[in-house]
């Protein structure tokens, strides 16, 4: 049993472009997001602080979902079509991953908040303990929004639907309208609730925190940066009608606009997670310089670079 989808395909030479093009560029953000990630296992000082176990937290997560773009864009050109129950298993991670990244935004701007706000409080707040179950929570959220998917096609197809072959698409496998509606819903839910985190943030330390407090300003520099970023992320959300729109005054160009839409959702936004921290925040800065710029006779103290980097 196969299911069938009418999908377009590239020439040859285009399709080879297109995959050099995404896997290079993919390549390059995983390896500068990896020597992050290096960074931080190598330094214990990096681990007893929930902001940059957050941050890491969000880094890792984008190089799972350029790792799974890669595997699955060169899978959908060389095979074209793969076995349905292996196409979950990718899409429900890369989906789980994409989903995290809103949440643990909105988690970071919360820590943002009380190391301003509640500077007294914030180190008995934001322990190392309760951040690991902040990112158990937010995968957990993540998981429950795509579950009933999953538990819906199990329940209404018969298990020869599983071994067929697909192209690997999310509605070529979930084509119940119910199911769309539901994840609109939810992207909706998710995102109202890390916009209202974001804004609330943001206004508390710039009305609590003093105006010439130099932390303050960068903190509220930070969470700004943060909006940012969840404005990409709503890219993911709404890509699709744009795709449509576009596709239908454009029919020719049908496949150049989902490849388009697929490096400036998936790939260029994950630029910009090792900018905020891992270019902007001073203490994680001379640590990585180790790994990207030789120096000599380099000493880094950690109790005098231990002053929070908001």
Not at 184 to 198: E, P
């Amino acid at each position: 049993m196969n299911v069938t989808t009418t999908v377009i395909r590239d020439s040859l030479s285009v399709a080879i472009t297109k995959n050099v093009i995404t896997v290079v560029l993919s390549l390059v953000v995983i390896f500068i997001n990896s020597t992050l990630v290096h960074t931080f296992r190598k330094h214990q000082v990096f681990h007893m602080n929930s902001r940059y176990i957050l941050y890491i937290h969000l880094v890792m997560n984008d190089i799972i979902m350029l790792a799974l773009t890669i595997l699955l864009q060169v899978l959908s050109y060389i095979l074209f079509t793969l076995n349905l129950s292996f196409c979950i298993i990718l899409l429900m991670i890369a989906i789980s991953s994409n989903l995290n990244n809103p949440l643990t935004l909105a988690a970071m701007a919360l820590e943002c908040y009380l190391a301003i706000c509640f500077p007294l409080r914030h180190p008995q707040i934001c322990t190392v303990r309760k951040t690991y179950v902040v990112i158990g929570v937010i995968w957990l959220l993540s998981f429950l929004t795509i579950l009933p998917d999953l538990f819906v096609i199990l329940a209404t197809r018969p298990a020869e639907y599983f071994h067929s072959r697909v192209f690997c698409m999310w509605g070529n496998i979930f084509t119940d309208p119910h199911l769309e509606k539901k994840k609109v819903l939810s992207n909706i839910l998710y995102l109202v609730l890390v916009w209202l985190i974001l804004f609330y943030s943001y206004f508390r330390i710039l009305f609590t925190a003093q105006a010439v407090s130099a932390s303050a300003k960068k903190a509220r520099n930070t969470i700004l940066l943060h909006g940012f970023q969840l404005l990409l992320c709503m890219l993911s959300y709404i890509h699709k009608i744009m795709e449509q729109g576009l596709s239908s005054l454009f029919p020719k160009d049908t496949l150049i606009i989902r490849y388009m839409f697929a490096l400036l959702i998936q790939i260029i936004p994950r630029l910009i997670s090792p900018m905020v921290y891992g270019i902007r925040d001073k203490m994680f800065r001379q640590y990585l310089k180790r790994y990207l710029v030789p120096v000599t006779n380099t000493n880094i103290h950690p109790e005098k670079m231990q002053k929070r980097q908001i």
